[in-house]
């Protein structure tokens, strides 16, 4: 007969058991898809073009406007206009709206909303006249007609992605002693990250189409092969100029897309 177990036992081993591991966060995922497919076919594309342009019956015009590193040197510019224009949205934008976000300034939100939707109704190419009008032809009328035109996206999303947080959340961050500073860095701003880095991969897309027009302010880029192949009517000129917009475009989307995914918070990851 088996001696009968000390009472209490059997709960004194289940109150020391140790604590089970939290979860870790999921790891980032990232298709082999998603790698390979764009890529791939911008690959294809841009051989596909070279190779046109190697059976091509070229004039002297077309030449002349192809030749010299001129092709590079509009690629380079229009990378340039992106990324600077770009660069100045996220600076104005993001701060904007924070600020905008915050109780003292939430009746101001009407009215930033309104100037940036007036950038964006406003034609590009007349927004850019009236610029080149009042600063001159040159990149920086340019560079401000293409932030206004691309800041709305990023200000939208930045505020609504703020304004979507669980104010439960907010309200138990400030319970545990956490200063709005850090109620900002550490719980508002993960949590809007989606939405306000899909603002900025809206934001690129636009500059990137947007910039085709920085020739008519003496910008330079791509648009200076579109304008010169539609002027001279030389059909090969405005094909390069084209695609090579339309390559750039698209890698960009591609890239944005990737960095949305890589800085997204692990844990928002499903």
């Known amino acids: 007969m088996s001696a009968p177990e000390?009472?209490?036992?059997?709960?004194?081993?289940?109150?020391?058991?140790?604590?089970?591991?939290?979860?870790?966060?999921?790891?980032?995922?990232?298709s082999r898809q998603k790698l390979t497919v764009l890529p791939a076919f911008l690959v294809a594309l841009l051989l596909a073009t070279w190779l046109w342009f190697q059976q091509a019956d070229l004039d002297a015009v077309s030449e002349n406007a192809l030749t010299d590193g001129q092709v590079s040197q509009a690629l380079w510019e229009h990378v340039e206009l992106t990324v600077i224009s770009t660069f100045f949205v996220l600076v104005i934008a993001i701060p904007l709206g924070i600020v905008l976000t915050r109780r003292a300034f939430r009746r101001a939100t009407p009215v930033a909303m309104a100037i940036a939707n007036m950038g964006q109704a406003t034609p590009a190419i007349g927004l850019l006249a009236l610029l080149v009008i009042w600063l001159g032809i040159g990149r920086k009328a340019a560079l401000i007609g293409m932030i206004a035109y691309a800041v709305l996206p990023v200000l939208s999303n930045t505020i609504a992605g703020l304004k979507a947080n669980d104010p439960t959340l907010l309200e138990a961050a400030r319970g545990i002693g956490m200063s709005p500073l850090g109620v900002l860095t550490r719980v508002e701003l993960p949590l809007a990250v989606p939405l306000i880095l899909a603002g900025v991969r809206t934001a690129l897309v636009l500059n990137v189409g947007t910039a085709t027009l920085a020739?008519?302010?003496?910008?330079?880029?791509?648009?200076?092969?579109?304008?010169?192949?539609?002027?001279?009517?030389?059909?090969?000129?405005?094909?390069?100029?084209?695609?090579?917009?339309?390559?750039?475009?698209?890698?960009?989307?591609?890239?944005?897309?990737?960095?949305?995914?890589?800085?997204?918070?692990?844990?928002?990851?499903?």
Do not use: C, H, Y
């Not at 604590?19 to 870790?24: D, E, H, I, R, Y």
């Not at 890698?251 to 897309?257: E, G, I, K, Q, T």
């Open 6 to 30: 000390a009472p209490g036992l059997a709960d004194t081993e289940e109150e020391t058991a140790p604590a089970p591991a939290p979860p870790k966060p999921p790891a980032r995922k990232v």
């Open 215 to 270: 020739v008519f302010g003496g910008g330079g880029g791509l648009g200076v092969l579109i304008t010169a192949g539609i002027t001279n009517q030389r059909m090969p000129v405005l094909v390069l100029g084209s695609i090579l917009t339309v390559a750039l475009a698209l890698l960009v989307d591609w890239l944005a897309s990737l960095a949305e995914l890589l800085l997204r918070p692990r844990g928002l990851e499903a």
